[in-house]
């Protein structure tokens, strides 16, 4: 199946080379999971704060538990500070 990934922030340089728009578009088994999605982006863990599926927010510890469905947007963003 094909899930988009989308990478924000810092988080885009992890993405390869031939993504636009920080986002690239991944195959994934039909039984794929949110980490398991991740995992070739060789994302830090502590980088990889806020995670939605289709705009609705993933908690670290559903992560692993998460299956993806064909056509998920898959989006990651880092911790954010602001002043």
């Not at 031939?18 to 039984?31: C, F, M, P, S």
């Not at 299956?67 to 954010?80: H, K, Q, R, S, T």
């Amino acid at each position: 199946m094909r899930v988009t990934v989308k990478l924000y922030a810092t988080l885009s340089d992890y993405l390869p080379g031939h993504a636009k728009n920080n986002r690239v578009e991944v195959e994934a088994t039909d039984t794929a999971t949110v980490t398991e999605v991740l995992q070739p982006f060789a994302l830090p863990s502590r980088l990889t704060h806020l995670v939605l599926v289709n705009g609705t927010y993933i908690p670290p510890d559903e992560r692993a538990d998460k299956c993806l469905a064909e056509g998920d947007v898959l989006a990651v963003w880092p911790p954010i500070a602001g002043g």
